[in-house]
Structures are given as C-alpha cells and as structure tokens.
C-alpha cells in the first residue's frame, strides 16, 4: 500500500478514490479507457432484490452547472449481479462497495440477505436516498425515526459493514446521520442527488423531475461532510460535483475518509485516474505522509 | 476507443443551421464502423455535458461530423472558430452491420443523413440513398456525396418526389423486393414508424440508428436507453447496444 492508503470500515483501501453508485455502469464498461482496478473499491450500480427496468426517457438533461437524471434504478438484480459481474472483480482483486435499495423495508432486507459476506466487499451501501423511486409515499431518508428503523432492520440481517447514503433534502442532515448511526450504520456517504426539475421554454413543458448532481452539488456536499464529521463518530464518504484533485482534496480536509466520483466521469472519462495521480503529487509537494494526515485538517 | 484533444478545422455552414465540423486529432481515431458516433466537448463553459455525433468521415487523424443545430449544445458549437481546442471520445457504440452481399436500400431523414454518410460510402455503387428533405434548399447537404444512387423526397415538392421518404420507397420498392434487400435507416422518429409499419408484412431485415439524449456515451449511466422486445430487459443503453439496431428488436 502507498501513500494514498486509507483504511475504512476494517479494510484498508490503495486510495480514497471511487466513483458514485451509478455513474460506472457495471464496472466492464470504463475498461477499453482505463483499468478500474487502479481504484480504491468500486461501488455497484444500485441493486434490487429483483432486476428492475428504471423509467422512460428522457431520463438526463444539461443544467448550466450539472444535470438531472431521472434513470430510475434500472439494474439486474442483486443474485444476476453476483453470478454475472462480480467475477469481473474477484479477478481483478478489486474491492467493491454494493450500493443497494428497496421500495419497501422488507425489499431493503431481503436485497440484504441475498449479499454474500466475501473478503472483497467492503461494506452495503444503503440508498436512503433516490430521488426518482417512491412508492405509496413512502420517503426512507427524510424521516429520522423511519431512518433509525429501517438501518436496524438491515443491520439485523448482515454481518457486513453498513452505510448509509443519505438525501441533502432534509432539514438537519447531522439528525439523519444520527438516527443511521444508532440504527446501527457504520459509515455515512454524503451526499446523494437533490430533487430538481427543468422546464423546457421550447416545448412548454416539464420534461424532466429527478436528481440534480454535478459542481452545483459540491458546497452542499461540503457542508454536510463538515457538520457530520463534527458530530457522528463514523467514517464518512464524500460525494457531490467533485470534478478534480482540488474538490477531492477539500472533501478530505472536511473529514471524508473517501470519496465518490460521479458525474465528472462524464464530461471527462479520465477524471478518477486524474485525482488519483493529483492527489499523489499534492500529497508530495505538501509534505504530507499519507491522506490519513489531512482527513478533518479543515476542522482545526 | 480512445479521448484525444484535437483542434477544429472547419465548421462551415452548408446551408443555414447545418454545419459541418471537422477536427484534427493528436492521433488517428482508430478503426471506425460506420454508424458509430463520438462525444465531443462542445469549447463553450456553458455546456456541461459533452453531446454525441454520428461519424460522418474519419480518416488518418481527422474526425467529421455533419449537424443541425438544435439547442443549446450545437449552437453553441456553431459559433465555435477554426482552431478551438476540442477532446473527442470515440469511436464509441454499435454500428451498422453490413452483408457481405446483396442490394441495400438507405433511407435518411433530415439531419438522419449525417448518421448514414459513412455506411454509404463504404457500400458504394451497391447502396441507393433514399433522402427525405424538407425542400431543395437542403441539398448542398449532399454536396460530397459521389458514386451513390440518391432518389429524393421533398416535403415541398420542390424537388424530385413530392411527398415524405417513406412514400417514396413504398412507390420504388417493387424491383429491389425480389433481391432481398437490406434496409438501413435513419431519420426522425415519425420516418422510423411508418417504415416499420411498410416493412412489417415481410419483415425485410432493417437496421436502424436511433437518437436518445447522453450523459456519458459509454454506458455508463443508463441515461440513454431504446425500448427493445427483450421481455427480461427491455431498456437497452444506446451509447452501448446501440445506436444500431435492428429494427424488428424494438418497441416503437
């Protein structure tokens, strides 16, 4: 392990590097660019308990500063990714995060018990916090006791290390973070998505409700990994608009363990190798021994 | 497949909101399919996301691509000058698959003439272009396009077959039907419809290139998908299992 080591939820990773639920496909696809086993885990597009088919288009549109993306959790299935995807990555010796979620809390915890434990897996990514699933009304993020019951019934079910990803759209974020803790989770990835929609002049219409994501996101982000990091004694994961080393580095600074790169890849598909390589020339330059010397730095 | 910076050479209006762009590449885009597309990142700071393009012509360590401008993205690439730095991503996608032998009917709608320039050129004397084009005024689009049959429609009637693409093959598929043709088409959604609805009866084999909003390009994001008749999974990625399919696949 070099300098860019991090250790997390009993693991130690090669780097702090990885990309957002979502935003990588099923791992194969960034292989013709860049080998993925130069992360630190890959975390697995979103996975249910059955394969699901996600929403019609259009499912993204531009915003000056991001986008909107309305995919809908479109995936697999849990039991077709372990038998079709994951050898990719024990080949490879990759570790990978599972993001994953339900529509009621018994699909979280079976999706949860159909996860196998493997020396690989880091810990479950519990999304909390999709923006474009909702069923009968129900909103598992918003709410803290909904929070604290539903990360219990999971954490019931697992031996594996849990986290939670929790929604921006609330009105204490540190409250949220508490119930997951004391539900049992033992790490946070901070943030999802913020519920946006776009109106298109031409057409006179509302194309498009869903996710906003991309640099409008990154001071939202900032702001809850500060606040938490401050409060909640579990690792954190950073993820929101970082587009290059100096976004990685201030997710960092403010206390995230790791952190997650999303819609950057798009624009740029070299961007996770980019901080990579950049956050080893800072490391450098500064004098630092390893990231573990500037995780929280900002906080005095 | 690779992302290269280039630099633009040209992006001359044809006609008015048509251009053609084409930029020089640090190196050769590799081995291209004709149907493939790139995203390019349109030098402007207001546009965010990089927007796809069908190859229209890719040769040595240049890469061109013909467009409509629709919206923000390739307006803002309209106005770009000679010499702007670029990065092109490609070649990316599934293009047309072409039969070692045998007549092949291309039909292109509009702008959908951009996503077959490079299928035409590599099928030669054994392609007829069927082109529906608003009016007359449209076809300097054509301009460098040789050896090739080209039967037109315009809207208009203002020059050739007064009417829509589509009418017009069903007029002159008569003779081609006995040698088993292979269609390939690319146009408007509208075009896609009532050619499927014209071939239906024999299901002539029929490839189509289809048009979805990208985030990505790669497949990464499953931003971009096409409604196909897999009843175990419907939604296919564009940028990926596409933009290229075969036309009896999917759910119009």
Redesign the interface.
């Given at each position: 392990m070099g300098p860019l080591a991090v250790d997390i939820l009993g693991k130690t990773l090669k780097n702090p590097v990885m990309n957002a639920s979502g935003t990588l496909g099923y791992g194969i696809e960034i292989e013709p660019l860049w080998n993925i086993d130069i992360l630190g885990a890959y975390v697995t597009k979103g996975l249910s308990e059955k394969p699901h088919h996600g929403n019609k288009t259009p499912r993204v549109w531009e915003e000056r500063c991001g986008m909107i993306n309305s995919i809908g959790l479109q995936n697999v299935g849990v039991e077709y990714f372990f038998s079709h995807y994951f050898p990719f990555f024990e080949e490879k010796k990759l570790p990978i995060i599972v993001n994953f979620f339900g529509f009621t809390e018994d699909e979280y915890v079976s999706c949860a018990r159909k996860i196998p434990s493997h020396d690989l897996i880091v810990a479950l990514e519990m999304n909390l916090s999709c923006p474009n699933i909702k069923k009968g009304g129900i909103s598992f993020g918003k709410d803290a006791p909904a929070v604290h019951n539903i990360v219990r019934a999971v954490r019931d079910v697992t031996s594996v290390p849990l986290i939670a990803k929790l929604t921006p759209e609330v009105k204490n974020i540190v409250e949220i973070a508490r119930a997951a803790h004391e539900g049992g989770a033992d790490g946070l990835t901070l943030i999802n998505t913020m519920p946006a929609a776009i109106i298109d002049t031409r057409t006179r219409s509302m194309p498009l409700k869903g996710g906003l994501s991309g640099p409008v996101l990154k001071p939202i982000a900032l702001r809850a990994v500060y606040e938490c990091y401050r409060e909640i004694p579990i690792p954190i994961i950073g993820a929101g608009g970082i587009m290059d080393v100096e976004d990685a580095l201030e997710f960092l600074m403010a206390g995230a363990r790791a952190i997650e790169i999303g819609t950057a890849t798009f624009v740029d598909p070299f961007t996770m190798p980019k901080v990579i390589a950049g956050l080893n020339s800072w490391l450098k330059e500064n004098n630092y021994a390893g990231i573990p010397a500037i995780t929280g730095i900002a906080h005095g | 497949?690779?992302?290269m910076p280039g630099i633009i050479t040209e992006n001359s209006a044809l006609i008015p909101g048509y251009h053609r762009l084409t930029v020089r590449l640090e190196r050769p885009l590799g081995k291209v399919s004709p149907g493939q597309f790139v995203m390019l990142?349109v030098p402007d700071p207001?546009?965010?996301?990089?927007r796809p393009f069908s190859i229209y012509d890719a040769r040595d360590r240049t890469v061109t691509v013909m467009y409509r401008v629709v919206g923000?993205?390739t307006d803002a690439l309209s106005r770009a000058r000679k010499k702007a730095p670029v990065?092109v991503?490609g070649p990316l996608g599934r293009g047309f698959s072409i039969p070692p032998a045998g007549a092949c009917l291309v039909i292109a709608g509009g702008i959908g003439y951009a996503g077959v320039r490079m299928l035409l050129k590599r099928l030669g004397k054994r392609a007829a272009l069927f082109l529906g084009i608003t009016g007359k005024t449209e076809l300097p689009l054509l301009s460098d396009l040789k050896g090739v049959e080209v039967l037109t429609a315009t809207l208009d009637g203002s020059h050739g077959y007064h009417g829509n693409v589509v009418s017009l093959l069903k007029e002159r598929f008569a003779p081609h039907r006995s040698q088993g043709p292979t269609i390939f088409a690319c146009g408007p959604k509208g075009m896609i419809i009532s050619l499927k609805e014209f071939l239906e009866p024999d299901k002539v084999p029929c490839q189509v290139s289809i048009e979805?909003?990208?985030?990505?390009?790669?497949?990464?994001?499953?931003?971009?998908?096409a409604?196909t008749k897999d009843d175990?999974?419907?939604?296919k990625r564009v940028c990926?299992e596409g933009p290229v399919f075969d036309l009896w696949d999917l759910s119009l």
């Amino acid at each position: 392990m070099g300098p860019l080591a991090v250790d997390i939820l009993g693991k130690t990773l090669k780097n702090p590097v990885m990309n957002a639920s979502g935003t990588l496909g099923y791992g194969i696809e960034i292989e013709p660019l860049w080998n993925i086993d130069i992360l630190g885990a890959y975390v697995t597009k979103g996975l249910s308990e059955k394969p699901h088919h996600g929403n019609k288009t259009p499912r993204v549109w531009e915003e000056r500063c991001g986008m909107i993306n309305s995919i809908g959790l479109q995936n697999v299935g849990v039991e077709y990714f372990f038998s079709h995807y994951f050898p990719f990555f024990e080949e490879k010796k990759l570790p990978i995060i599972v993001n994953f979620f339900g529509f009621t809390e018994d699909e979280y915890v079976s999706c949860a018990r159909k996860i196998p434990s493997h020396d690989l897996i880091v810990a479950l990514e519990m999304n909390l916090s999709c923006p474009n699933i909702k069923k009968g009304g129900i909103s598992f993020g918003k709410d803290a006791p909904a929070v604290h019951n539903i990360v219990r019934a999971v954490r019931d079910v697992t031996s594996v290390p849990l986290i939670a990803k929790l929604t921006p759209e609330v009105k204490n974020i540190v409250e949220i973070a508490r119930a997951a803790h004391e539900g049992g989770a033992d790490g946070l990835t901070l943030i999802n998505t913020m519920p946006a929609a776009i109106i298109d002049t031409r057409t006179r219409s509302m194309p498009l409700k869903g996710g906003l994501s991309g640099p409008v996101l990154k001071p939202i982000a900032l702001r809850a990994v500060y606040e938490c990091y401050r409060e909640i004694p579990i690792p954190i994961i950073g993820a929101g608009g970082i587009m290059d080393v100096e976004d990685a580095l201030e997710f960092l600074m403010a206390g995230a363990r790791a952190i997650e790169i999303g819609t950057a890849t798009f624009v740029d598909p070299f961007t996770m190798p980019k901080v990579i390589a950049g956050l080893n020339s800072w490391l450098k330059e500064n004098n630092y021994a390893g990231i573990p010397a500037i995780t929280g730095i900002a906080h005095g | 497949m690779d992302d290269m910076p280039g630099i633009i050479t040209e992006n001359s209006a044809l006609i008015p909101g048509y251009h053609r762009l084409t930029v020089r590449l640090e190196r050769p885009l590799g081995k291209v399919s004709p149907g493939q597309f790139v995203m390019l990142k349109v030098p402007d700071p207001e546009v965010f996301l990089r927007r796809p393009f069908s190859i229209y012509d890719a040769r040595d360590r240049t890469v061109t691509v013909m467009y409509r401008v629709v919206g923000k993205g390739t307006d803002a690439l309209s106005r770009a000058r000679k010499k702007a730095p670029v990065m092109v991503l490609g070649p990316l996608g599934r293009g047309f698959s072409i039969p070692p032998a045998g007549a092949c009917l291309v039909i292109a709608g509009g702008i959908g003439y951009a996503g077959v320039r490079m299928l035409l050129k590599r099928l030669g004397k054994r392609a007829a272009l069927f082109l529906g084009i608003t009016g007359k005024t449209e076809l300097p689009l054509l301009s460098d396009l040789k050896g090739v049959e080209v039967l037109t429609a315009t809207l208009d009637g203002s020059h050739g077959y007064h009417g829509n693409v589509v009418s017009l093959l069903k007029e002159r598929f008569a003779p081609h039907r006995s040698q088993g043709p292979t269609i390939f088409a690319c146009g408007p959604k509208g075009m896609i419809i009532s050619l499927k609805e014209f071939l239906e009866p024999d299901k002539v084999p029929c490839q189509v290139s289809i048009e979805e909003r990208m985030a990505c390009g790669l497949g990464l994001c499953f931003g971009c998908i096409a409604e196909t008749k897999d009843d175990t999974n419907p939604f296919k990625r564009v940028c990926k299992e596409g933009p290229v399919f075969d036309l009896w696949d999917l759910s119009l």
